[in-house]
């Protein structure tokens, strides 16, 4: 569908209200002009206009500028839904619920681990199980699974996968409160309790990387981060359990829509009111995937710091192995946010979208308030990653939002027909990065061509003002399923 795109300046676009017959609100969209047309030759932007005929919305729909097309709703989409009168769309949300990234501080240099790294890929690769249908064995029970789905990432530090401070370090401190385990399947319970600590495929990841460049020095100094120093990032999220969980209700949502008499213009984008049954059943069984979620980094985290240990051969608190930070980016949140001047509660939806608080918030932790919540941007496969600080401009405009990642160009189907394997192999092996991968096939799929140009993406999100880069990593291993 064709629609009128107003220009506001280099990195702003607009589709005002009534471009498109039924639209309740406008469409806000961060990006250059380079990138505009790319979302513009697939259904993004249609995605975006069909998503502002839901009732209850709260201001703009906006698009980051990593921002393509999805299930329902976009990859790289953001909304918010009046509290009391607004509805909750678990299409809006995604499928691996909880899927976010968190980043693992060192004090080693690149130097000293460049001596080890063959060893140490090997070491994570063993300790780490990724892939598709990837199960770890750590003698977990149904009990302990509820536990962890209730009570999020403490659950699992208390039986001796974490320390003192990683929960604090986690969005929502590790856990959203009002998970209900019951509200679950079997079919998401049988599938979760050997998933957590793994990887999983697709395009999540594993990095040891290395701190390239530093933007920002006084707030570098804050987060704990200095030039040439080794870090490692984790982005998976619930896996099979996250992804029955969205299944089970997006199906039951199918009745309700008949039952209520409600018409969509993309049955993908069904929705529940807020304060029916539906909605409190869904939240209560969202939450607890965001807390599988959770507690699945803080597993791996565990794994990566026994890795390291068996490699140097000393302890990670030695080491530094101190966390920076882990938020989710596939999620929906009640916040307050000032809305035409006022503050409201709203739900937030972020569809591969990261939240980006500025500094005063009293959901970032305390270590971080007065310069900001750090905002953790993975790239591609070979490319660089990013860690940036919540700005202002992110709380007057997209919900305290900003991007997830570089946002895909080319799909899966494309890029196995046009990428081979040997070309990605070549490419990482030419810029020193070792790579552990189970299945061939995902080095084109998830090949650097087959997504934007992490560093323009980043370059909108500073112009706007959402976040500014702290630190520019760049990766010495990859990781993946």
Known sequence: MLMEIERINDNRFAVRKGAVPGMKTGITIYTDSNML???SSDRTLQQAANATTLPGLVGDVMLMPDAHEGYGFPIGGVMASDSETGIISPGSVGFDIGCGVRLIKTNLDEAEVRK????????????????????????????DLERVAEEGADYIIGKGFGVEGDAERTEELGAMEGADFSKISKEAKSRGLHELGTLGAGNHFLEVQKVEEIFEKKTAESYGLYKGQIVVMVHTGSRGFGHQICSDYLRGLAEYQKRNDITLVDRELSYANIGSKEADDYLCAMKCAVNFAFTNRQIITNSIRKSFEEVFGKGSDEMGMDMLYDLSHNIVKLEEHVVEGMKKAVYVHRKGATRAFAKGRGEIPKTYRSVGQPVLIPGSMGTASYVLCGEEGAMKETF????????????????????????????LREKGIEI????????????????????????VVN???????????????????
Not at 133 to 140: A, E, P
Not at 407 to 420: E, K
Not at 464 to 476: E, G, L, Q, T
């Open 436 to 459: 552990r991968i189970r299945t061939r096939r995902l080095v084109s799929e998830e090949a650097e061509w087959t997504y934007k140009d992490i560093d323009r993406v980043i370059a």
């Open 37 to 39: 047309e790319k979302m």
């Open 116 to 143: 080890s790294m063959t060893q140490l890929s090997d070491s994570l690769f063993k300790n780490i199980p990724s892939g598709v249908g990837s199960r770890m064995q750590i003698g977990l029970t149904q009990s």
């Open 400 to 427: 305290g939002s900003a991007c997830h990642g570089a946002g895909r160009v080319m799909s899966r189907h494309q890029a196995l027909r046009d990428i081979p394997a040997e070309r990605t192999f070549e490419s």
């Open 463 to 481: 112009n706007c003002n959402i976040a500014k880069s702290v630190s520019r990593n760049v990766p010495i291993s990859v990781i993946k399923g």
